[in-house]
Structures are given as C-alpha cells and as structure tokens.
C-alpha cells in the first residue's frame, strides 16, 4: 500500500524537523563557545565565540550561518569535555583557511575527558581511542575567525 500524499509531506517534514535539531545540538557548543559576550572595541555588541586553533585561543566574528555538506576546514564541537574545553579548530587565517567555512566532526569521549587544543590532539586521542569522532554534514556551516 502507497502512503497517501498527505503521511509522505508529515514524513518528509519529521526528517526535516530531526535534521534541524540534530544540526542545532550539534553547533550549539560551537556557538555557545566560550564568553559570548560584547567587548569595549565592539560598540555594536556582537556576539564573539572562542576556539582553540594550536593551543591558542582563536575569536569568530560572525553569527554563523548554515551550510549543510558545504564545510571544508575541520571544526571539533568536543561534548562533555574536560574544564576549558572550547571547539576545535583545524584551520584559521595565516593557515591553508577557507574563511570560516566548517565542516563538522563532533567529538565525544571513551574514556575521562581531559583538554584538547589543535587538531594534532584530536587526532592523537582518536589514535589513542580516547575519543570518537562523527562527521555530521548536516551541520556544517560558515562562521570567520578573526585570527590570532
């Protein structure tokens, strides 16, 4: 039996409706990031987010926008990360960086969670078997960072 046009528009809007939320859960800590907050040479109060790129703290200077299955530079959302624990970059300007166009691996944890800086430690711990990581297009998206 064929679903009726009406279950096959409520289906496609389910999927929809998940990946939406999958793709909010999964940039929230990417946005959330750091100390949103205004600061004095910012007299418009937006909002900046904070990143490790090779253990330095990097700032974006955008409101991110959604680009799904359009990330070229990695970014590491790392979930229940240790004290600290902000994204992770791949790629920031003075870098092979394509403007702040991300591609979202997130990453959790196998064992106690403890700070990761560069995405040369998110590749240690992956080889360690420390963490996990999933790639998730859905949430890839485009926010520049300010440098370092």
Known sequence: MTASP????????????????????????VIG???AQA???NPQGANFGMLYHDGQVVRT???PTSQPG????????????AVGQLPVTSAAPGD?????????????????????????DIR??????????????SADFVCPVAGR
């Open 39 to 41: 600061d004095s040479s």
């Open 96 to 120: 092979d960086y394509h403007g702040g166009r991300w591609a979202v691996h997130v990453v959790t944890w196998n064992v106690t969670a403890y700070l990761l800086t560069s995405d040369e």
């Open 61 to 63: 200077v955008a409101t």
């Open 6 to 29: 009406t279950a096959r528009s409520r289906t496609a809007a389910a999927r929809i409706t998940t990946l939406a939320a999958t793709a909010v859960l999964a940039l929230t800590p």
């Open 70 to 81: 359009r990330g070229v530079d990695a970014i590491y959302p790392v979930v229940d990360g």
């Open 124 to 137: 240690a711990a992956a080889e360690a078997g420390d963490i996990t990581i999933r790639r998730l297009p």
């Open 33 to 35: 990031a750091g100390t």
